[in-house]
């Protein structure tokens, strides 16, 4: 709903869109080539621009991992138990968890998890959403392969309606990210491109 300009009741959920993950210090470069082949950073950042110019809460779902990891899952899943026998993977405070310099600005939020895969179970975002009177969430970022179904499942789960930006998420390979949008994500969330949001917001 549009107010004096404001657009209510809509936040922006931006997945995992940090340096380690897609960034200059990525250990994943196949799914880094697969958000330049799509433009899914640039196409964010008229997102986001848009959001926050209609006073859109723009939230960061990042992840990290403790040194020691107190506070983490690390041996129930076979991706996780992969990714941590790299020691300094990820970790808190590191360069590797900034979110991607060209989609932060001041005024955003942050939403930190140091488990699973998705950003509601284990974190405070729920309460934060809930406190900024946000009932539907628009998801960008990575990836199709986990994170992307993880919140849109978990957001609906929690009565929220969900939105995915067709051209602002990545998976790999290609034919799988484009069947879990199709076959997966369309089943839970309506889907809308990045210029057609930024233009209804106007």
């Known amino acids: 709903m549009k107010r004096g300009g404001r657009v209510e009741g809509v936040a922006v ?5 940090q340096r380690g993950v897609v960034g200059d210090l990525t250990k994943f470069p196949d799914l880094r080539a697969a958000c330049e082949r799509h433009d899914v950073v640039p196409n964010t950042a008229r997102l986001l ?3 926050r110019a209609a006073a859109i809460p723009v939230v960061h779902c990042t992840a990290a991992f403790r040194a020691d990891r107190a506070g983490s899952h690390t041996a129930n899943c076979p991706f996780i138990v992969s990714l941590l026998k790299d020691p ?3 970790l808190e405070g590191t360069p590797a968890v900034e979110v991607l310099p060209e989609l932060r600005a001041p005024g955003d939020l942050e939403s930190r998890r140091h488990h699973g895969f998705s950003p509601f179970t284990g974190t405070s975002l729920d309460m ?3 406190s900024l009177g946000v009932s539907t969430v628009v998801a960008t970022g990575v990836s199709l392969n986990l994170g992307i179904p993880g919140l849109a499942l978990e957001a609906v789960n929690l009565g929220y309606r969900v939105t995915v930006v067709t051209d602002a998420v990545a998976g ?5 990210a484009r069947a879990v949008l199709w076959n997966t994500i369309s089943l839970l969330a309506t889907r809308a ?3 057609d949001l930024a233009g209804t917001w106007r």
Do not use: K, Q
Request: glycine share 0%.
């Open 49 to 51: 621009s848009a959001a």
């Open 88 to 90: 300094a993977h990820m």
């Open 13 to 17: 959920l931006v997945m995992e869109m």
């Open 128 to 130: 934060t959403l809930r």
């Open 172 to 176: 790999i390979p290609e034919d799988y």
């Open 193 to 195: 491109t990045a210029a």
